[in-house]
């Protein structure tokens, strides 16, 4: 008898399981892993923890204080000891981290991973929200907020793109963006976290994101799985703080809030998504069936997978008291279609009971594993989980990012006034003063950033010191607390000015959260939104000096700066510009880049003009303030710049037209100033008459165009039919006979709106 011995290679293939060949299709290495994994393991995949790193941070901040409850920012486990927790990623019980910004921390939890029994790897997940910002080192782009005012998609999928490597260079690999919430309270402190008001461009900057983050398949070593949050409809809470109630029509829903959501799904493929932290018209939206299985997987065909926010789960029971105990709370989430838990331990534990006692379908935990195994093996984990540390220095911070962060920075910063003295030539200036509490600091970084090297960061005073001549440059310093009540360095500032020939003032808010003195910013909500401390008496007094005096406010919302607006000649929107805002300020400033950014958001008089939008139904305004106006300040789609464009002659490619069919609606732009500049073009469409009450006016269209001095172009739009659909009173989608007027122009304003109409029939 004789017996064959099979060479050492063929044998080792002969028992490699099916999902380590990375030969084979994914959905084939999900089902084969699933079939090896115990219910234990396969609900582990469902479970996130905070890094150990953020843990001992947390420990040390606190100093064995207790972490309030509603605090979403520092978190660790008093009952789960940081070797307790390597000791359960060694045996699997641990799906995800957060919350780890060192590659190095990464590489030694992936370690630990690789000692389970299936050794299948941790996928990360972190803020990532304008670049890779909480990570020391890394490339700070604007806000969102900032983004948005671009109305430049290409660009936001580039610095998407970009950030997806800076994030998967230090060991995640998967970011907690894009916000993708419509925001209509200024006082809500995450609006610089969002792209705007408006439902369109929300959706544009919302897909923009997702695709450069996931690339064309979210495949491979180099792309980050992105995620749609909050859903929904947290960003108009009924008193502008974060996690408060919302009660809105599901009209509202479906033509406000949910088309972000319905895009990025559909056309984008987000590959996850987060639940909101507040209830929604008397349910907890991580226990909201009808939005999370019914409306995104069942309508729209989400197949991703959904986590919780900050331990939004245990508030089901504790904040909302819906669920009696923490068992039935984390029933109700799984059930209602929820995948992953942020973060700590007992949902592990809950879910495995609530199986073994038949309260919940071991196929919902199934479906759950499925997907977030699809994840991980779509972005090559199970093939090197590692990171290589010599590629991440090479990767943070170098030089096409730097380039495209200052692009992006000089295309966010919106010019809101100019009497005639930008563009500044600095050779005609012999003593600058510049001040302000957001003058020299890194309040220009904005939320979701924690400290970054001092040599990665342009200031406002280094940016114009560069290109002043620092010699010329007298800089006061106002100190950096936004709410500080300083009348004594009001008037010490306002003496250098009357010494001064001209003066940059720069106030605003402080978004940074690891200082106390924050004022916007995640769970930073306020009553007013008019400047805080004595940030408004410092521009006073010193444009009563007679020195001429720019503001360039800094934040991640509108401001209420109506004296300022009205008395000092030039103000700049300069948002949260990122790692180069003083170089781009200064660009600006002086017309070596011609500004070119609208608001993507209105900017209101007053707290008590909230809501102020510009998309509002037509009897919003029936009847007037009577201690104020009923205007916005500055309106949606509102900025200046250095040339002046002409709008004229707008077509409609014809009078009548099928609801089957599109059409198109060009006008003539022409440059005629004296520079050249880039205008935003917008389309704006109203349906005159409708069987249920339609807004005054909605985005639906906009276009970025460059001419130099006298050079004329046709801008043309189709319009096709989904950008006249609406829901009639039945709630039923599609596009009424009637007729509607099409707008195109600068801004929102009537004023500055060409009109034509256009009649569509059956």
């Keep these: 008898m004789t017996i064959a011995v099979l060479p050492a290679a063929l044998l080792t293939m002969a028992q490699k399981p099916l999902y380590k060949d990375a030969g084979q299709p994914v959905e084939k290495r999900v089902t084969d892993l699933l079939q090896r994994m115990t219910l234990e393991e396969k609900v582990a995949q469902m479970c996130q923890y905070v890094g150990p790193g953020h843990i001992r941070e947390t420990q040390q901040r606190f100093k064995g204080k207790k972490v309030a409850k509603n605090d979403d920012a520092y978190g660790f486990y008093p009952n789960l000891s940081i070797n307790d927790l390597y000791k359960m990623t060694e045996e699997g019980k641990v799906g ?3 919350h780890v910004v060192t590659a190095e921390e990464a590489n030694q939890l992936q370690e630990l991973a690789m000692k389970s029994r299936l050794q299948i790897p941790l996928i990360i ?16 782009y604007p806000t969102p907020i900032g983004q948005a005012a671009s109305f430049d998609t290409e660009l936001v999928e580039r610095l998407s793109r970009e950030s997806a490597l800076e994030v998967r260079a230090t060991g995640a690999h998967w970011t907690f963006t894009p ?3 419509v925001a209509r309270d200024a006082r809500w402190g995450r609006t610089g976290e969002t792209f705007g008001e408006d439902p369109y461009l929300v959706t544009r900057m919302g897909v923009a994101t997702i695709k450069g983050y996931q690339g064309e398949d979210c495949q491979g070593s180099d792309v980050a799985l992105a995620c749609g949050k909050h859903l929904i409809a947290g960003s108009e809470p009924s008193n502008g703080t974060n996690a408060a109630p919302m009660d809105v029509s599901e009209r509202t829903l479906r033509e406000v809030y949910l088309p972000p959501y319905k895009a990025a799904v559909e056309e984008a493929k987000v590959f996850t998504l987060m639940a909101a932290h507040n209830e929604l018209n008397g349910v907890p939206c991580h226990a909201d069936k009808w939005m999370m299985t019914d409306i995104m997987r069942d309508e729209y065909g989400f197949d991703g997978f959904i986590v919780s926010d900050w331990m939004d789960v245990e508030r089901i029971h504790d904040l909302h008291k819906v669920a009696p105990n923490l068992k039935e709370a984390y029933r109700e989430t799984v059930a209602a279609g929820l995948d992953m838990h942020m973060h700590g331990p007992g949902f592990m534990e809950g879910v495995i009971e609530l199986v073994k006692e038949g309260k919940l379908a071991e196929a919902q935990v199934d479906r759950a594993c499925r997907a977030i195994l699809e994840a991980k ?4 984990l199970f093939e090197n989980p590692f990171v290589d540390l010599k590629k991440t220095r090479k990767t943070l911070f170098c030089k096409e990012h730097k380039a495209t962060a200052l692009e992006a920075a000089e295309k966010s910063i919106v010019l809101l006034k100019n009497e005639g003295l930008l563009p500044l030539d600095f050779s005609k200036y012999k003593n600058i003063l510049v001040t302000g509490p957001n003058a020299d600091n890194h309040t220009v970084l904005g939320d979701w950033t924690l400290q970054q090297p001092d040599e990665n960061v342009v200031t406002i005073l280094d940016g114009i010191c560069q290109a002043a001549g620092k010699e010329k440059v007298t800089y006061y310093n106002y100190g950096d607390d936004v709410r500080q009540d300083s009348p004594e360095k009001v008037k010490e500032a306002s003496e250098l000015a009357k010494k001064a020939d001209l003066a940059i003032v720069v106030v605003g808010e402080n978004p ?4 106390k003195t924050k004022t916007c910013g995640e769970n930073v909500d306020r009553m007013s939104i008019d400047l805080l401390g004595t940030q408004e008496l410092l521009v006073k007094e010193i444009h009563k000096t007679g020195v001429p005096t720019i503001v360039v406010l800094v934040g991640g919302r509108p401001l209420s700066v109506n004296w300022i607006a009205q008395n000092v000649p030039a103000l700049v929107q300069a948002w949260e510009p990122g790692s180069f805002a003083g170089t781009a300020v200064a660009n600006i400033l002086t017309g070596k880049v011609n500004p070119s950014a609208k608001l993507p958001i209105s900017i209101p008089r007053h707290a008590g003009q909230i809501q102020m939008i510009y998309n509002h139904k037509p009897s919003q305004y029936f009847h007037k303030y009577k201690d104020g106006a009923s205007t916005p300040l500055y309106a949606f789609g509102y900025g200046l710049s250095y040339t002046t464009f002409a709008y004229s002659n707008l077509k409609l490619s014809g009078n009548k037209v099928s609801s089957k069919d599109s059409f198109t609606a060009s006008v003539e732009l022409t440059n005629i100033g004296k520079s050249e500049g880039t205008e935003i073009v917008q389309l704006y469409i109203r349906d005159d008459y409708s069987y249920a009450t339609r807004p005054v006016k909605e985005l639906k269209d906009f276009m970025r165009v460059t001419l130099k001095p006298g050079e004329k172009r046709t801008v043309e739009f189709t319009i096709s039919p989904d950008k006249l659909a609406y ?17 195109v122009g600068s801004s929102s304003m009537d004023k500055d709106l060409q009109k034509a109409k256009i009649e569509i029939i059956k």
Excluded at 377 to 380: A, C, M
Excluded at 727 to 743: D, H, L, Q, S
Aim: glycine residues 12%.
């Design 96 to 98: 995800s981290f957060l």
């Design 125 to 140: 997940g972190i803020d990532a929200i304008h670049g890779n910002a909480l990570v020391s080192g890394t490339t700070v």
């Design 179 to 181: 916000n993708i919430d």
């Design 377 to 380: 093996f779509k972005l090559g």
């Design 512 to 515: 940074l959260r690891y200082q």
């Design 727 to 743: 829901y009639n009173r039945a709630m039923e989608y599609g596009v009424e006979p009637g007729t509607f007027t099409i707008m």
